[in-house]
DNA sequence: GCTTTGTTGGACTTTTTTTGTCCCAGTGCT
DNA sequence: AGCACTGGGACAAAAAAAGTCCAACAAAGC
């Protein structure tokens, strides 16, 4: 059924939007009983004017009896409304889910797909696509977006097509060499993005592993700060979250590191940073590029991840507060909204 | 699927025909490879304003990519395609029967609703729903409408809700006492749809089995008289379709026609005509009201019947010819289309 | 290299639809 | 009878869609 809904979402994007304003004012009316225009309009939050334009349609399709005293569902509509209840509740299950995560951190949106991408490669797919689709409507004209790496930033990347804003854009990646390999480095994904999006891109190519000595003689070098630069004007920056201690394994932080994170309960990680239960940054990657401190002026911070076992992670870095929109799937977003609970 | 697919066309009635109108655009410039939208506005048969809204459309979905050579369909759109093709297939599958059988026909709708009603109570209720529907959508005020019995009738009459322009109409029966069962006859239909649609109705109370003498005489009555003018001054007729023998059967037809009917190889019953496989009526029931001249100057004639076990019944009388609009279920549509090819 | 025939996308007007606003004539309850 | 509701008609304002024309560009053929 979800697949189906996902097919119409993208042929049809207000559908669901319609369907839920519908079957709301069509809810309202079998709870009312017998209900008028104006009490409705103030009940379902729409002007009169709208909402007479719907009840004309409702009526129209026989699923409302209208009558001088008032308007009631029909037995057609009671009927429509017990074979909706499904299908809404699965649809609007995650459209719930949605404002609830957002409301709580204060987000501008907040964006589920259906699935546990641990479990479906599938629901991976489907974030990819989410995430492609909210960065093509986020970006306007000569924009510079920072990405991070990490296979769901890859999925994104494969997942983006040409839009006509993007054309003057400037992909770059966000920071620095962080250990990766070579195909989920932001490097790569930069790169890859620039060209599924038809835009440009600039690099970052620094060493892992940077002591402090060569990081300063890094940053004198006139490219590398220009490029630096170049990057901390990004107005957008959509980036990937991670479990800190399989992040911390996966880029071969040295043992000292490790203990000490795992000894300070670090949960999650993000742009190099790492963070514990209550979003407080516990480490911070010795590489260059955009800061913490960057990323708090920006107009779109983006944060992407999916599955159940990234949830708690996705919960730390929200607490953290620096984000503006979030991507997630529906086992991820289930567990955030656990952890609100307990 | 096709129960979601039911439950939003009750509540986005255009939502099929936008599927399709995107859908064959999407198809179409795949086949093409790369093409204008001028070309491309010529063969799916728009004007190009609105083919570049919808191009316009496309493109902030990232489902095609355009450049100033022309158009083609992105990975996306490629990918949403091959999941779209099942869906498709299965929606206007239906499509594309309606409108076969409505062109050789010459009718000027047909509407089949996915299932068998022999099989499945849930596909007859539909044929109902739609039945009603369609004669929501065709009467004007204050008609006169005539309608018949039997099972699918009635299916018909429980589905009618009150709608605006039905106020002023008058539901009668189309032919008197035939011998149905009373909850199945004309009469007790007629009035049920009138209360059912807030209108208002009048009866036919004839005997069944009429000899010549009695209904000369009953013809003489000024009141019998005066509401059978009524019912042949209806522009509306709404009738069911049965096999002829199970209908003989049913209104225990004396032993000599029966046999009579099956000699002459009776295959359908309509409006209390017997009608042979080519469409020639073979015998007409012994009792008043409309006859088959009245119902050729009818502003709209709607036959209603469902079932593979029908699907030769209507097609036979499809080939009589006098009917406007045909409402019936997937089963006996591809019965009727089988017919056709033979 | 030039012409021709296609392409997109901008700009403008006309038409249609949606929305906002008032108001009137009922209905049902007290 | 009075009151607080109801639906629905009417009309203007606003917004969206559609029709029309044209400029700038791309590709292919000559």
Redesign the pocket.
Known sequence: MREILDIQKQLLPDLVDTMKKRYTILHHIMISG???????ALSVG?????L?????FL?EQGLIE??????RISGAGRELLERLEPVVKDLFGLTELEERIRSHFGLKQVIIVPGDSDVSPHTKKELGRAGASVLRKLVGEDETIAVTGGSTMAEVAYHLTPA?PMKGCWFVPARGGLGESVELQANTIASTMAKKAGARYRLLHVPDHLGEEAYQSLMQDSHIAEIIAFIRGARIVVHGIGEAMVMARRRKVDPETTESLRHDGALAEALGYYFDRDGNILHKMPTIGLRIEDIHNMDHVIGIAGGKSKGASIASVLKHGHEDVLVTDEAAALEVVNRLLS
């Open positions: 017998l209900v008028g225009r104006r009490t409705l729409t002007t009169e004017r709208v007479r334009a719907e009840v004309d009526k209208v009558e001088a005293s008032g308007m006509t």
